[in-house]
């Protein structure tokens, strides 16, 4: 599936639990796409924990 593919999903799942549920489930929803889009990564190991850890402490790495 490509990435435009899956943002026209996941925009469609996002706009129809606005329209039935309301705003506050649209941003339940949201918030747990994110989690889940970043436990992805994480598993693919295409996000760096340690390294995300360090850029919110504000520790700057070169490498």
Do not use: H, N, P
Not at 3 to 29: H, N
Not at 32 to 54: E, S, T, Y
């Amino acid at each position: 599936m490509s990435a435009t593919t899956t943002g026209a999903a996941a925009g469609a799942v996002l706009a129809l639990t606005w329209v039935v549920l309301g705003f506050w489930a649209f941003l339940l929803v949201a918030v747990a796409m994110l989690i889940g889009a970043a436990a992805g990564r994480v598993a693919d190991g295409r996000l760096d924990v340690r390294a995300l850890a360090d850029a919110f402490r504000g520790r700057r790495s070169s490498s």
